[in-house]
């Protein structure tokens, strides 16, 4: 079982914003590097972003840059991802996973994933 806990997600209409949550109680998750992908129906997953144990983030879909934002707060030991203006085509299952190592490694641990559906 992943020791990822994701939140968030549902339904909104174009236009409209979400934010997801990403925890991993039993990790020092302040000092992982954390994605986030998404996967639309019939697609390859994606890599959308990843913020590294620095605080620095990267985006990879050229398509969410000013729209998504991925952030963490070390207080709460949470990585979020907070979705604008969000478009039809944003519809998909969202996951987190994390690197103990840097943001190009391979991911070692996966949220259970949560819907995000944009629609009116």
């Known amino acids: 079982q992943s020791p990822l806990v994701q939140s968030g997600g549902g339904l909104v209409p174009p236009g409209g914003s979400l934010r997801l949550s990403c925890i991993a109680p039993s990790l020092p998750w302040n000092y992982w590097n954390v994605a986030w992908f998404r996967q639309a129906h019939g697609k390859e997953r994606e890599k959308i972003n990843c913020i590294s144990s620095a605080d620095a983030a990267t985006n990879y879909v050229e398509a969410v840059k000013g729209r998504f934002t991925i952030s963490r707060d070390n207080a709460k030991s949470t990585v979020y991802l907070q979705l604008n203006s969000l478009e039809p085509e944003d519809t998909g299952v969202y996951y987190c996973?994390?690197?103990?190592?840097?943001?190009?490694?391979?991911?070692?641990?996966w949220g259970q994933g949560t819907q995000v559906t944009v629609s009116s």
């Open positions: 996973a994390g690197s103990a190592w840097d943001c190009s490694s391979e991911m070692e641990y």
